[in-house]
């Protein structure tokens, strides 16, 4: 009987946690909310990995699901006067059916076609966030979202909560993409009629990636608006889901960790492009625009896969063994 | 006993007409080839019996039941897989890996029990890679299944895709070229495998363009010639038949 | 009946705008199969280096011609030494790879010119022309008329000259196109400085119409991506079509419903299409049950 996990993945594992785990008792109150942002970025880029690392689909559009989670929290909670871990709930559910009926609509595009219909699903949702007055407040947004009981200081325990929420998610994750479900979705980014001749229906396994994505985005997005208290339609658009897919490209797109990497990282340059501008005031304006394009060219082109990817390669080489000596046929 | 019937298929790309009204059938434990020149519509038969291309006209029936409103990734769940001419197999996953996605029609573990690892997911998950080992070791490969596959060579990778294929337990195996590349040590091996197959109960419809392997093999061979069936028989009777000499005759046919 | 014409004044000159970002989407694409997604920078570009070029006292025209050109050549620099190194067979990389690109010449350009808004001086007066009352301004006929100048130069260039033919064989057989002794990189760097030149002109034409800045790029990149799927990225009648038909339900839209909607009728349009016609209204349907 094997072990749940090989040793080399408790190890990562290990390290994950310690340095997760530690990272509060290092940093002053703003390196700690700096870190409760990237925890909720890479519940969103963990979910969004799946769709474009393992199922190889692309998304345009991933701020608006986790907008939907934050405004299902806002609105619940201030407009009906909902409790705050019951909307909780409900804002992971609302985006996941948002993303099933947009997977099931444009579940037979490919490529360009793809990225253009969830572009153009992303622009509607934000609009509809700024238009809707009566229901998300407009382009005032929502004020007032309650914290969430038990957590309701902000500090180092909402802290927890989002990284035990991370760690949930990864683990969830992981389990997938090792079982069937997720040698589905390899199998369909890889070759779709050489998965449909063994029995994937392709189309569903999209729209299951594409829902997993979407609930992981309604929990970091439902989760966001309890932290931030208030929220309005600016965050939820192209440019933060430009972000998310600079995170997971640079990241690694095929690797749950990669993502989980990717975050942190360009999490990081943003912060230290901050510190910077404060320095040198000809760095303000769009440095990190700037970075951020460039971070995405040079990947591409250098290193298309990724960081954790590209890792594991470097490793694998150096002790790559030569073939195995083929043993007699039909043993 | 019929397992497959073909009636009148006929395929058209844009005005071409790549198969016209071509009927045969395979009975059950049998192996028949598809021969025929370069661009005789071989292929296009094997995808259009496979589900991967529909049919212009025609019928084709799996066990008595007709194959027209079945959807493409639902043949296999009934028993008809297929290997590919150009190599489709998955070579970011380990060999044992991709023969494990052969398994997926015959599984059921589901998205919650599987990401939160319920004992149930992982039985199956030890059931599936047992299972799919036995495949590598009938192919010869089982040495190689913890190795990525896109380290594998040409060979090696047609017989993975083989024990893809084969490892759910079909009672239909289409196989498009599976000796191209192979030189004749593997082809002879690869002869061997089928005949395995055959004796598990597994019927075969091949293409292929080695003559060798298919006089050796086949149990009965239809020859089509431009999108028609021109002759049915035995290895015996297609060697002697003059319409397919002439089929052949008529371009400089090399079967390596 | 009057608010009937402005609003198809309104949406034929911002249709043509798009038509022209489509067709430059769909001139590369069809030479190397990439979609530049940072085509609407071509447009920033052009209207931000006219305006800083006026300000230099250069004449109009000069300052026309001159960024044009400038705008052509950074097209071609991107071409050859970026894009060239991406990974072709891979539409998603690709996509992500422009996007890169698109948001990295966006930050460049807001060093440059800040983040301020820039109006650029119309071609003509400033007087508008109006006719039993419907006013339109002159610069919106300069619009249509360099929109016409344009597709009628794309649609000579690609089938009357043996450019233009070259081009489409690298549509149809990138490897027998090589075989024939066309270089297909040649191809593509043309494939770029066509769509920069044609998208600088756009910019520069539509800039006095409305203030330009630095961020301008991405909604008209955006609406001319639009275009090019709507239209079914290989036809360029098609793509021209479909850019005129955004144009005029956005300005219809925005005239008739809510301004503050039209960007999501025309979002909503789209996903539409191509829920019924998964290729666009002009392309090719793919077939097979396995996804072929």
Known sequence: MKALFSKKSLIVFGVYLLVAGLFPFFGSDYFLSVGIIMGLHAIVTIGLSLVMGYAGQISLGQAAFWGIGAYTTGILTTKWGMSPWFALLIAALIPAIAAFLMARAIAGLQGYYLAMATLAMGFIVQIVFGEWESVTGGMGGLVGIPALPLFDDLGVDFYYLVWGMVTLVLLFSLGIIHSRIGRAFRAIHKSEIAATSIGINVANYKLLAFVLSGLFAGISGGLYANYMGIIDPQPFGLHESIKFLTMVVVGGAASVWGALLGTILIGSIGEVMLILSEHFPMLKGDMDTIVYGAILVLCIIFMPEGLVPRLQKIMAKRQEEPLPAERKLGA | ?256 | ?292
């Open chain 2, 1 to 256: 006993m019929k397992l497959v019937e073909v009636q009148e298929l006929s395929r058209s790309f844009g005005g071409v007409q790549a198969v016209k009204n071509v009927s045969f059938h395979v009975n059950e434990g049998e192996i028949v080839a598809l021969i025929g020149p370069n661009g005789a519509g071989k292929s296009t038969v094997l995808n259009m019996v496979s589900g991967v291309i529909p049919p212009s006209s025609g019928e084709i029936a799996y066990r008595g039941q007709s194959l027209k409103k079945v959807a493409g990734d639902r043949y296999a769940g009934l028993g008809i897989t297929r290997t590919f001419q150009n190599l489709q197999t998955f070579d970011d996953m380990t060999v044992l890996e991709n023969v494990m996605t052969g398994l997926h029609s015959c599984t059921k573990s589901g998205v919650f029990s599987c990401g939160l690892k319920l004992p149930f997911a992982r039985k199956e998950e030890e059931e599936m890679k047992k299972q799919a080992m036995q495949w590598l070791k009938l192919v010869g490969i089982s040495h190689l299944a913890l190795l990525k596959a896109e380290r594998l060579s040409y060979g090696q990778l047609r017989l993975m895709e083989i024990a893809r294929a084969m490892c759910s337990g079909p009672g239909f195996l289409l196989l498009d070229e599976p000796a191209a590349g192979l030189n004749h040590t593997e082809t002879a091996q690869m002869t061997n495998t089928f005949r395995k197959f055959k004796e598990m109960g597994t019927s075969l419809l091949l293409v292929e363009h080695d003559m060798d392997m298919i006089m050796n093999l086949a149990d009965r061979i239809i020859v089509l010639d431009q999108g028609a069936k021109i002759a049915e028989g035995t290895p015996q009777e297609i060697q002697e038949d003059a319409r397919v000499i002439a089929a052949y005759l008529g371009q400089e046919e090399d079967s390596a």
């Open chain 3, 1 to 292: 009946m009057t608010d009937f014409f402005q609003f198809l004044v309104n949406g034929l000159v911002s249709g043509g705008i798009y038509a022209i970002v489509a067709i430059g989407f769909v001139t590369i694409y069809q030479v190397s199969k990439v979609i530049n997604l940072a085509q609407g920078e071509f447009l920033m570009l052009g209207g931000l280096i006219a305006v800083t070029l006026l300000g230099t006292g250069m004449s109009y025209g000069l300052a026309f011609v001159l960024s044009v050109l400038m705008v052509t050549l950074i097209g071609m620099l991107l071409q050859r030494f970026v894009v060239r190194y991406g990974p072709m067979s891979n539409q998603i990389s690709l996509i992500i790879l422009t996007i890169g690109l698109s948001i990295l010449i966006r930050g460049v350009a807001s060093m440059f010119w800040g983040k301020d808004a820039y109006a650029l001086a119309p071609f003509t007066s400033n007087e508008p022309i109006t006719f039993s009352g419907i006013s339109m301004a002159q610069q919106s006929l300069w619009v249509i008329l360099a929109v016409l100048l344009l597709l009628f130069v794309f649609w000579f260039l690609m089938n009357k000259t043996l450019l233009g033919k070259k081009m489409y064989a690298c549509s149809v057989n990138l490897l027998a196109t090589r075989l024939m002794g066309i270089n297909p990189n040649k191809m593509a760097l043309l494939a770029f400085a066509m769509s920069a030149a044609s998208g600088a002109i756009a910019g520069i034409a539509i800039a006095p119409l409305n203030v330009t800045s630095y961020d301008v790029g991405v909604m008209l990149g955006i609406k001319g991506f639009s275009a090019a799927i709507l239209g079914g990225l290989q036809n360029p009648i098609g793509v021209t079509a479909a850019g005129f038909l955004i144009g005029l339900v956005e300005a219809f839209g925005a005239g008739l419903i809510s301004s503050g909607l039209k960007d999501a009728i025309v979002f909503l349009l789209i996903i539409g299409v191509l829920m019924i016609k998964p290729t666009g209204l002009f392309g090719e349907p793919s077939v097979g049950k396995g996804g072929l």
